[in-house]
């Protein structure tokens, strides 16, 4: 599996942002995907992650109510879309791929399977 995340930059506080990463290798529509995040001396955190088909959802304390996740699985791709940033949101941003339920591992995350290279996101105040 090869995961390439694409869409990050420098945000304004407030603004939007949209992130997206293309799968390939695998059969897409068989993974659960998702998105993480890590701030510069802080530990990986879950940010969204929807099942093999989107019809389930699951969103981290900290972007619940701004963002939201999708996936087309006709185009191998997951997306996040995050409305009023904040500072707090800066990190650099992972997607995540696994054939398990990627919230199952949240005594470590380490131990999903397949992770892409990670966009940066700066959001200014």
């Known amino acids: 599996v090869q995961l390439q995340a694409s869409g990050g930059g420098l945000v304004q506080a407030g603004d939007s942002l949209r992130l997206s990463c293309a799968f390939s290798?695998?059969?897409?529509?068989?993974?659960?995907m998702g998105w993480f995040r890590q701030a510069p001396g802080k530990e990986r955190e879950i940010v969204a992650v929807?099942?093999?088909?989107?019809?389930?959802?699951y969103y981290g304390d900290s972007v619940k109510g701004r963002a939201t996740i999708s996936r087309d699985n006709a185009k191998n791709t997951v997306y996040l879309q995050m409305n009023s940033v904040r500072p707090e949101d800066t990190a650099v941003y992972f997607c995540?791929?696994?054939?398990?339920?990627?919230?199952?591992?949240?005594?470590?995350?380490?131990?999903?399977?397949?992770w892409g290279q990670g966009t940066q996101v700066t959001v200014s105040s």
């Open positions: 995540a791929a696994d054939l398990t339920p990627l919230q199952s591992y949240y005594r470590d995350y380490g131990l999903i399977h397949y």
């Open positions: 929807t099942s093999w088909s989107g019809g389930s959802t």
């Open positions: 290798g695998r059969t897409f529509s068989s993974y659960s």
